[in-house]
């Protein structure tokens, strides 16, 4: 079992940055792909980044490149979302996962933590 606990999220006008965090606890972090996954109001979730167990591969999806970053640190058992340039759109509960699969499924979650972005 991996148990995963976000913190960072909260209320932010469009233009502002928000970083948030994942904890992972549990089993050995560094044998996780990471990532992390939004669903807003009224929509199905969908994969806003990921990262490689290693971190050096990362994918981004459309909405979100040039403007968001992730990144992990193995020593502390930590992935992050770095999010500069918000606008309204971004605005959503945003979910931590994890996955031994190199591309299968994620299978641990963490409970969400809300990003709002007020135009």
């Known amino acids: 079992q991996v148990q995963l606990v976000e913190s960072g999220g909260g209320l932010v006008q469009a233009g502002g940055s928000l970083r948030l965090s994942c904890a992972a606890s549990?089993?050995?972090?560094?044998?996780?792909?990471m990532a992390w996954f939004r669903r807003a109001p009224g929509k199905e979730r969908d994969i806003v980044a990921s990262?490689?167990?290693?971190?050096?591969?990362?994918y981004y999806a459309d909405s979100v490149k040039g403007r968001f970053t992730i990144s992990r640190d193995n020593a502390k058992n930590t992935v992050y979302l770095q999010m500069i340039s918000l606008v309204p759109e971004d605005t959503a509960v945003y979910y931590c996962a994890a996955t031994r699969a190199v591309n299968g499924p994620y299978t641990y979650w963490g409970q969400g933590t809300q990003v709002t972005v007020s135009s």
């Open positions: 990262i490689a167990s290693s971190g050096l591969g990362t």
């Open positions: 549990g089993r050995t972090f560094s044998n996780y792909r």
